[in-house]
C-alpha cells in the first residue's frame, strides 16, 4: 500500500499560477507511476497529466498543455502538477493518484490523494 497526502492548491486569480504536491508514504513511491485528475462540481473526474515511474514518459490532456508541468521527486517521495495561466474553467477539486502502469483511466488507479481545492477567479 501506498498513501498520498495532497497540499497546495487555494484561490487565484485568472492567469496566476499555483503548485500542487502529492507526498506518499508506505510503500516504496519510485515502483509508482503518477496521475493527476480533476473533479467539478456536477462533472466526471477527469484526467490530467501522468508520469511514469522514471518520469522518462509523461501525458497531458489537451486543455492543459503547455500551461501544466507535471513532475516527480523519487528522492522526495512526492509528485507535483505546476499550474501555469490558469483558468476559471480550471475550477476543480485535484488528486493525485498512484498504480503501475501509465493510464489516463481513473478507474484504473488504486490509491488516491484526499482532494484539494483549487479555484480560478475570472
Known amino acids: 500500500q501506498v498513501q498520498l497526502v495532497q497540499s497546495g492548491g487555494g484561490l487565484v486569480q485568472a492567469g496566476g499560477s499555483l503548485r500542487l504536491s502529492c507526498a506518499a508514504s508506505?510503500?516504496?513511491?519510485?515502483?509508482?507511476?503518477m496521475g493527476w485528475f480533476r473533479q467539478a462540481p456536477g462533472k466526471e473526474r477527469e484526467f490530467v497529466a501522468a508520469?511514469?515511474?522514471?518520469?522518462?514518459?509523461?501525458n497531458y490532456t489537451d486543455s492543459v498543455k503547455g500551461r501544466f508541468t507535471i513532475s516527480r521527486d523519487n528522492a522526495k517521495n512526492t509528485a507535483y502538477l505546476q499550474m501555469n495561466s490558469l483558468l476559471p474553467e480550471d475550477t476543480a477539486v485535484y488528486y493525485c493518484?498512484?498504480?503501475?502502469?501509465?493510464?489516463?483511466?481513473?478507474?484504473?488507479?488504486?490509491?488516491w490523494g484526499q482532494g484539494t481545492q483549487v479555484t480560478v477567479s475570472s
Open positions: 493518484a498512484a498504480k503501475f502502469g501509465l493510464t489516463s483511466r481513473a478507474p484504473e488507479y488504486d490509491h
Open positions: 508520469i511514469s515511474w522514471s518520469g522518462a514518459s509523461i
Open positions: 508506505g510503500r516504496t513511491f519510485s515502483w509508482y507511476d
